[in-house]
């Protein structure tokens, strides 16, 4: 229980720092006129298995960078932080397409994708909520941004 909550003080502080008043709001960005939906997502990571997952993100493969970008996601990033001796993982990007559900299949459906997966795939440790799920990683309701 200490561990879950020092978790979740944690996820209120990166929220704090990055994020806006509602998940579902999609916001008009001024420089593009394209529709943006910011996901801020958490999970664990195995501690035996942090090296690599940190040697696989050094170097991320090119063809998976570019589907990312083909699926409309943009501004992709991964932060680690160490709470209670166990690591966890944060990520924060930005959906600009207009059908999240097609994007996301078009992504799982790429080949080069599902290998990266089957690499760091068994680097993380979900947290409870996403397990139940068959989920790996937990969104987190966004509470502040500011552009």
Known sequence: MKRLNSVLLLVISL???CTQPTTKQ???NSTTGSKVERYGMVTGLKPERAAYYKQLHAAV???VLKKIRECN???YSIYVKEIDGKPYLFSYWEYTGNDFAADMRKMAADSTTQRWWKETGPTQEP???AAAKG???SRMEELFHQD
């Open 26 to 28: 999609k916001d008009t």
């Open 127 to 129: 947290l409870p909520d």
């Open 15 to 17: 929220l704090a720092a």
């Open 61 to 63: 493969w090119p063809a």
């Open 135 to 137: 989920e790996t990683w």
């Open 73 to 75: 996601i943009r501004n």
